[in-house]
C-alpha cells in the first residue's frame, strides 16, 4: 500500500486538558463505527462505538461524536492522562459484511 | 485463554520460502479476523471466518496468500514464496460474533530478507 510511514499526525496535549481527535470516513453505506487505542508494541484495544442511528455516545472520561451530514468522527478524551499516550485509529463497518476498514492513525503525546 | 494469542511474535525468512502464521481465538469466539499493519498505519483487513468457514478473502493481496480454519477455532495464515513486500505486522482478531466487538492479538512481524 501507499508509504505513510512514520509520519502522523500528532496532538500534544497537556496532562488534565481534554483531547478531541478527528477522523473523517468515506463509506456512507457504514453503519458502525469504532475508534481503537494503540500503544507501542502491542495490538489496536477497543475504546468505543457508536451505531449510525446515533449522534453521540458517552464512556467512561471518553464520548464518541458522529456526524453523518459530513461524514465525521470525533473522540473527545476528558482530563487526558498520561496512560493515554498512544496511536488512536478510527474504523468503520457496513452492516452486510465484517469488513473494519481503519483510518490514518492519530498520536497522542501527554505532557507532564 | 485470555485473549487472542499469535505465534511466532517474530518471524525472519528469506524470500521465496513458505511461512505460516498461526491464531488462537478468544475462547468460544465464532468470528476470526486477519489484518496486515504497515508502520504507521492502520490495520488492513485480509480475511475472515465465521466459525471454520471463510466468509471474505477480498482482501487477500494475491493468491500466495491462504486462510483456513478447519475446526471453527485457531486458524493459519499462510503466505507461499514469500517476497520481501510481504514483511509486515500480521494481526489476527476476534470476535463473539458477526458485528461485534473485534479482539486483536499482538501480532507477528514477519521480515522476508
Known amino acids: 500500500g501507499e508509504s505513510v510511514g512514520l509520519h502522523l499526525p500528532t496532538l500534544s496535549v497537556q496532562e488534565g486538558d481534554n483531547s478531541i481527535i478527528n477522523c473523517a470516513y468515506s463509506n456512507s453505506a457504514s453503519d458502525y463505527f469504532i475508534w481503537y487505542k494503540q500503544e507501542s508494541g502491542k495490538g489496536p484495544q477497543f475504546i468505543i462505538d457508536i451505531r449510525s442511528n446515533m449522534d453521540k455516545r458517552q464512556g467512561q472520561r471518553v464520548t464518541v461524536l458522529l456526524n453523518k451530514t459530513v461524514k465525521h468522527l470525533s473522540l473527545q478524551i476528558a482530563a487526558t492522562q498520561p496512560g493515554d499516550s498512544a496511536v488512536y485509529f478510527c474504523?468503520?463497518?457496513?452492516?452486510?459484511?465484517?469488513?473494519?476498514?481503519f483510518g490514518g492513525g492519530t498520536r497522542v503525546l501527554v505532557k507532564p | 485463554g485470555a485473549g487472542v494469542s499469535q505465534s511466532p511474535r517474530y518471524k525472519v525468512t528469506k524470500r521465496g520460502q513458505d511461512v505460516a502464521l498461526r491464531c488462537d481465538p478468544i475462547s468460544g469466539h465464532v468470528s476470526l479476523y486477519w489484518y496486515r499493519q504497515a508502520l504507521g498505519q492502520g490495520p488492513e483487513f485480509l480475511t475472515y471466518?465465521?466459525?471454520?468457514?471463510?466468509?471474505?478473502k477480498s482482501g487477500l493481496p494475491n493468491d500466495r496468500f491462504s486462510a483456513e480454519r478447519p475446526e471453527g477455532s485457531i486458524s493459519t495464515l499462510t503466505i507461499q514464496r514469500t517476497e520481501q513486500r510481504d514483511s509486515a505486522m500480521y494481526r489476527c482478531a476476534s470476535s463473539s460474533g458477526q458485528g461485534l466487538e473485534q479482539f486483536f492479538g499482538p501480532g507477528t512481524r514477519l521480515t522476508v530478507l
Open positions: 474504523a468503520e463497518n457496513k452492516a452486510a459484511g465484517n469488513k473494519l476498514t
Open positions: 471466518f465465521n466459525y471454520e468457514a471463510q466468509q471474505d
